[in-house]
Antibody
């Protein structure tokens, strides 16, 4: 079955970076895009960007350009999201989610990773 | 960037009642690229509807979606206890955006 399994919770200090992993299984890794979406406590969903595992091509939401980097490892079918220069506003649950190319919706989601930024 | 406005913010209904949730876009949205998600507390969102009106795999037929242009609606025909959750609409039109959600609570 399709699974996206994310790494565990992180606590970071302001100014630091965090890397969250999303290990995929149960489908063709290079046949689907992977997106990242976050949710601050008690808030709605905010889009961060997309990576095409086949080509390694990425597109980042304008708000996060220069601060977010998405990569993939085809040998382990894992996607990574790194966010730098963290502030308390980055405290959120970060989700990876899968998209079949050109469908523009997310059919499977990871379980979420809580990133807490605190001094 | 297209802004999605969901209303109401909170909807209080009883099991067995009909729920109508609205999602209004700041510009016209291609109906192929409008989706709805359900999120329960502490869980990841779950895809309900894609392409405005297509139910995702395993979604009961009490869930239905319709709309076009800038106005879209999610309807739950007869609420079951497990339907009380937060619902988000999402669109793609060059970039991906979500609405702020409608919380469906038990009256």
């Amino acid at each position: 079955q399709v699974q996206l399994v994310q790494s565990g919770a992180e606590v970071k200090k302001p100014g630091a970076s965090v890397r969250v992993s999303c290990r995929t299984s149960g489908y063709g890794f290079t046949s689907y895009y992977v997106h990242w979406v976050r949710q601050a406590p008690g808030q709605g969903l905010e889009y961060l960007g997309i990576i095409n595992p086949r080509s390694d091509y990425t597109i980042y939401a304008q708000k996060f350009r220069g601060r977010v980097t998405m990569t993939r490892d085809t040998s382990t079918t894992t996607v990574y999201m790194e966010l730098s220069s963290l502030t308390s506003d980055d405290t959120a649950v970060y989700y990876c989610a899968r998209e079949e190319p050109a469908h523009c919706y997310f059919d499977y989601w990871g379980q979420g990773t809580l990133v807490t930024v605190s001094s | 960037e297209i802004v999605l406005t969901q209303s109401p913010g909170t909807l209080s209904l009883s099991p067995g009642e009909r729920a109508t949730l609205s999602c209004r876009a700041s510009q016209s949205v291609n109906s192929n690229y409008l989706a709805w998600y359900q999120q329960k507390h502490g869980q990841a969102p779950r895809l309900l509807i894609y392409g405005t009106s297509n139910r995702a795999t395993g979604i009961p037929d009490r869930f239905s979606g319709r709309g076009s242009g800038t106005d879209f609606t999610l309807t739950i025909s007869r609420l079951e206890p497990e339907d009380f959750a937060v619902y988000y609409c999402q669109q793609y039109s060059g970039s991906y955006t979500f609405g702020l959600g409608t919380k469906l609570e038990i009256k």
